[in-house]
């Protein structure tokens, strides 16, 4: 109106102030957005700060080879982190070099746990594990695990081929196709692998086009030839034969104990035609050994293993 600004001055400081007011708009919704992402990136770094709470000794002891006297539980405790209850209580139980073990006991006894503290998955809350007389904390993490062989009832089915599914119990070998094959034929998975389009390059499991499903039984021998991959002193097998037919089973039997005849092995059934194999058997209730002794010996002390045995039997008759 004073005439300082012609009309096109005026348009044009109009358009400027409402760019501007939409770039100042976005530069602060960028950086509220940036300060919104960056809680996610906290997130990130705190999990990346996360340090496993088992870690091997500055100075580990060698381990020995081959194991000489075998593992002891003196006394241990388990409580699973946030639980009152203990699963595993008073525990002291030998597994000497050499021997075959079999845990039997209802389920939620605490096996699977026994053998994860054995595999030092777990540190015991009270008590000792001790291996050749050394406490399992003293070895270097990586050759124990390495030194186990170890197959959980809830073993993991990858989909890749049939030759790396095997190849998993030692990745290091996995292009050792010679190894990988003597390792399937003592798992009776040799059998398994025949029967597939593609062999060893067959690719198992459903989740690609691919992909060839297996059965439970056929699945738990591929993964029981992971086990035998290992050089390991001490074979571990939970519920091994759960899903296996009973010829399966018995040759699967057969075969292991050829196998550990210079190892250790730790059986853990509910099937007492496994159970009853083993050189020593440790009935397990609230986490405590309830009995040992071989078979034989348990049947003619009648407790709780006897009872369990019979059960079973009762329904073959
Ligand atoms: N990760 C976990 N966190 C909390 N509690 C657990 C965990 N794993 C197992 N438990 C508890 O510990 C107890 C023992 O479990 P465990 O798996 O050792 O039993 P089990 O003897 O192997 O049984 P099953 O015969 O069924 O395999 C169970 O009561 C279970 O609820
Ligand atoms: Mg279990």
Do not use: C
């Amino acid at each position: 109106m004073a005439g300082d600004l012609t009309i096109g001055d005026l348009t044009f400081l109009t358009g400027a102030f409402l760019r501007l007011r939409s770039l100042v708009e976005g530069l602060l919704l960028g950086a509220s957005q940036l300060a919104g992402q960056a809680q996610y990136l906290d997130d990130l770094f705190s999990f990346f700060a996360i340090a496993p709470g088992i870690r091997s000794p500055e100075a580990p002891a060698p381990f020995p080879v081959p194991v000489r006297e075998g593992f002891v539980f003196d006394d241990v405790g388990y409580r699973y982190p946030g639980q009152e209850r203990w699963t595993v209580r008073h525990l002291s139980l030998a597994i000497r070099a050499g021997e075959v073990v079999a845990l039997v006991g209802e389920n939620g006894a605490g096996k699977t746990t026994i053998v994860k503290l054995l595999a030092r998955l777990y540190d015991p809350s009270e008590g000792r594990i001790l291996l050749d007389g050394r406490e399992l904390r003293d070895y270097g993490l990586d050759e124990l695990r390495s030194r186990i062989g170890i197959i959980f009832q809830d073993f993991v089915r990858f989909d890749l081929t049939a030759s790396e599914n095997i190849a998993i119990g030692r990745i290091a070998a996995r292009e050792d196709a010679a190894r990988i094959e003597r390792a399937a034929s003592r798992a009776l998975a040799d059998g398994v692998v025949a029967k597939l389009p593609a062999g060893y390059g067959q690719r198992l499991g459903r989740r690609f086009e691919d992909g060839v499903d297996l059965s439970g039984g056929e699945w738990q021998k591929v993964a029981i030839a992971r086990a035998y991959m290992r050089d390991a002193a001490v074979l571990i097998l939970d519920e091994p034969t759960a899903a296996l037919d009973a010829r399966a089973e018995a040759e699967v039997f057969a075969r292991f104990g050829d196998l550990a005849a210079d190892r250790t092995a730790i059986l853990i059934s509910h099937r007492f035609s496994t159970v009853r194999r083993a050189d020593r058997i440790f009935v397990l209730a609230d986490g405590k050994v309830l009995e040992s002794g071989s078979h034989a010996e348990l049947v003619a002390a009648r407790g709780r293993y006897a009872e369990l045995f019979d059960l079973q039997a009762a329904g073959y008759r």
